[in-house]
């Protein structure tokens, strides 16, 4: 299916990441949002409030993120692709509704744009150390997608794509952006609405005699259907059977998380996305991601000039973790070098999945700022000797 | 057992229907899940009373059961949204205003009811009540107020009225409680009223109107929780409750809500205390939008649904 030429503004911008974030939300479909203000990730819903209304949708700044984060789904159930936007606070109130979202596979985009942390920590500063709390937040099993820009024209581009991937798999995507991406202007290219690829919902084709909300059919994705169509089904956050009913046995609960689960694991491959160069004669490989991804490039750059063999690796897909692809190069380099802005979240990903046949070099930033290319070059060279 | 109370229940309850004689039926199946049946409720409780008289209200109010969502939070009264056969969502502890507020913004043509309990809507959801109705949301809210959470084992709720006993304060509460219909009421409720489970027609008729409302519409049920409240707090069994309902019960339609807060064993004021009018949310949104962008402003419905 192609976007609704409606929300596209197809042409050439100059905008930062939290407006073009927009735009890829509106070209994608978005046509609810509900919203709480926080810095840095306030432009977002800001520019919605200001053009869903003449795409023919509706914004609603909600009295809090547990309001904000739970009315959305409201608006999922009725039919529209919807989301929310928010920063560390905002998104540490929302975890018990990405659960409940993942529960009842509703398909939707949490937007993050962080800050330094924890708490109110640096509300006008980078970081990037919401990460592991995007995977495990909210309480039990579950799995979600995240996704991690790094620059204006991915936070268009990959907003189309959680998108996307929230309706395939029925599942909360996180988008996990950071201030400076978020708050960087640059140009951001948007194609004509024809050239931009749109998943439709999963919509059921049953009749209403026939349709179970949770009864999968080959694959592990339910298909769905919206309040007022006649299904009267029921939905539930707790434990339910495949007709959505409540089923509190061990082996309903076993069969449902572990379908939950596995819906996103087994697709991890198709999901993966990351960017790479050098990789062939690499014996140190920088795996990084969001801004840091860009500091990062000036440093494997400097170091290929200095004769150094280093590779880069920049994950567009924070989760499910590409293991496989850290896997397959821990048999073949030396080592890993993760700088991050947090004090070491992705690297123990990259460490569990080389399984001590590469070294991992956690390069670590407590958030405020970036790293200095200089630093990240230092590891490099100490990794490669 | 008084047999006065006996034909009073009698003469209220649903069933006594004019039903025809070979189909024995209960007109309100229809409206439930027939296949979860048995419910969770215990014997004596009131929340199923109130179903009754809701499915009772769907039925005399003609309203169109597939443009009807129905949305629940967490809590014995939170169960409702599993045993009605509409669409139907059970979200989380205090969040079913909001979650109600999606679905109505998103599809103006769903007609939006909320039915959750007291500590649900009132405590950890309190603020979402008071906003939805200070937005004056188009929503129905049905409020069992059992004066205590019941699900969890019968701790305080901020409506367990004076020194009643409860498991957290087990030596009696202290706190003062809210006032339900005056607290909505000052948010900016257009219908309020509170009617208890013995008055099954009349909470029925209120259920009714507040679907011919057009905004946030507020029905409180005072209704008995044997097991944790009423035994914990030596008031009897569900049958000696509808006797102080029934004795206590003074209706007072118009009352000032200010007036009509309630105590562990006094009067109980009921009746339909606020219809007014104002304009709902969307109402307002259009307007707005139409106001200040003319010819540009589109029609939500006309790209919302993606199906
Ligand atoms: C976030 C969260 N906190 C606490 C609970 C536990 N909990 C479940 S129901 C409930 C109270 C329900 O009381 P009320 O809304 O009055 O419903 P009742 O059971 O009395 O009908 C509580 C505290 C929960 N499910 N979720
Ligand atoms: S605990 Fe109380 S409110 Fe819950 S089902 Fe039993 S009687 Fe009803
Ligand atoms: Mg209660």
Redesign the interface.
């Given at each position: 299916m192609k976007a609704d030429p409606r929300g596209v503004l197809t042409g050439e911008h100059f905008i930062d990441g939290d407006h073009a974030c927009c735009e890829g939300a509106l070209a994608a479909g978005a046509r609810f949002a509900a919203g709480y203000p926080i810095t840095p990730s306030t432009e977002v819903v800001e520019r919605f409030a200001a053009r869903v209304p003449t795409v023919g949708g509706t914004f609603i700044q909600m009295e809090d993120e547990l309001a904000a984060s739970i009315t959305l789904q409201g608006g999922v159930w009725a039919g529209a692709k919807a989301f929310t936007v928010t920063s560390g606070p905002g998104f540490s109130l929302m975890m018990e509704h990405i659960g409940y979202a993942a529960m009842t596979e509703t398909p939707c985009v949490f937007v993050d744009v962080q800050r330094g942390g924890p708490s109110t920590g640096l509300p006008t500063l980078p970081a990037q150390a919401d990460m592991m709390q995007a995977r495990w937040g909210s309480h039990g099993d579950y799995a979600v997608i995240a996704l991690c820009p790094n620059s204006p024209q991915e936070c268009f581009d990959l907003t189309i794509k959680a998108f996307n991937l929230s309706e395939e798999f029925r599942v909360p995507v996180m988008f996990m952006m950071d201030e400076v991406v978020g708050h960087m202007t640059e140009k951001v290219v948007i194609p004509p609405a024809d050239q931009i690829e749109i998943v439709p919902r999963k919509h059921t084709k049953e009749s209403v005699e026939e349709f179970q909300p949770y009864k999968t059919n080959g694959d592990l994705v339910p298909e769905i259907a919206h309040a007022g169509e006649g299904y009267r089904f029921h939905v539930t956050g707790l434990t339910h059977d495949e007709r959505g009913y409540p089923n509190m046995t061990p082996q309903t609960q076993d069969k449902l998380v572990r379908r939950l689960q596995n819906k996103i694991t087994s697709a991890a491959d198709r999901i993966a996305m990351f960017e790479e160069a050098h990789l062939k004669d690499a014996d140190v490989v920088v795996v990084s991601y969001g801004i840091t991804s860009r500091v990062a490039q000036r440093a494997i750059d400097t170091a290929r000039e200095q004769g150094l063999r280093v590779g880069k690796l920049r994950l567009i897909t924070a989760w499910p973790f590409p293991e496989k692809k850290i896997r397959q190069l821990a048999g073949r380099v030396k080592a890993f070098v993760v700088p991050e802005l947090n004090l070491g979240q992705m690297a123990l990903e990259v460490e569990r999945a080389a399984a001590g046949r590469a070294k991992t070099f956690s390069l670590t930033h407590a958030g405020g700022g970036v790293h200095r290319p200089e630093d990240i070059l230092k590891v490099i060279v100490e990794a490669s000797r | 057992m008084s047999t006065d109370l006996n034909t009073d229940l009698l003469n209220n309850d649903l069933l006594n229907t004019d039903l025809p004689d070979d189909d024995l039926v209960n007109p309100v199946e229809p409206f439930l899940?027939t296949d979860?049946m048995p419910h969770i409720w215990c014997p004596g409780c009131g929340i199923g009373t109130t179903v009754n008289c809701f499915a009772r209200a769907l039925i005399e109010s003609k309203i169109d059961?597939?443009?009807l969502?129905l949305?629940s939070g967490i809590g014995c009264t939170g169960r409702v949204?599993?045993y009605v056969?509409?669409?139907?969502?059970?979200?989380?502890h205090?969040?079913a205003i909001?979650?109600?507020?999606?679905?109505?913004?998103?599809?103006p043509?769903?007609n939006v009811v909320v039915y959750s309990g007291d500590g649900d809507l009132s405590a950890i959801g309190g603020?979402?009540l008071i906003?939805a109705a200070r937005r004056n949301i188009d929503l129905k809210v049905i409020c069992v107020n059992n004066l205590i959470y019941a699900m969890t084992g019968g701790q305080t709720a901020p409506t367990t009225p004076d020194h009643a006993t409860t498991s957290t304060n087990p030596y009696g509460t202290f706190e003062p409680s809210f006032n339900l219909p005056h607290l909505v009421e000052a948010a900016g409720a257009v219908y309020v009223a509170r009617w208890t489970t013995f008055h099954v027609r009349q909470l029925a008729r209120a259920i009714g109107e507040a679907f011919q409302k057009k905004g946030f519409s507020f029905i409180e049920v005072i209704s008995p929780c044997p097991t944790l409240y009423q035994r914990r707090n030596k008031l009897g069994d569900s049958l000696d409750t509808m006797k102080y309902y029934k004795a206590k019960s003074k209706v007072k339609n118009g009352a000032p809500t200010s007036e009509v807060g309630l105590t562990i064993s006094g009067e109980i004021i009921v009746g339909k205390f606020v219809d007014r009018e104002r304009p709902d949310y969307q109402s307002m949104?259009r307007a707005q939008?139409v106001d200040s962008?003319g010819d540009?402003?589109?029609?939500?419905?006309?790209?919302?649904?993606?199906?």
């Open positions: - | 899940r979860r059961l597939q443009s969502a949305v949204a599993g056969a509409l669409d139907s969502f059970h979200t989380t205090g969040r909001p979650f109600a507020t999606g679905l109505k913004l998103a599809n043509k769903l603020n979402h906003h949104m939008y962008l540009r402003f589109v029609e939500p419905m006309e790209a919302e649904v993606c199906s």
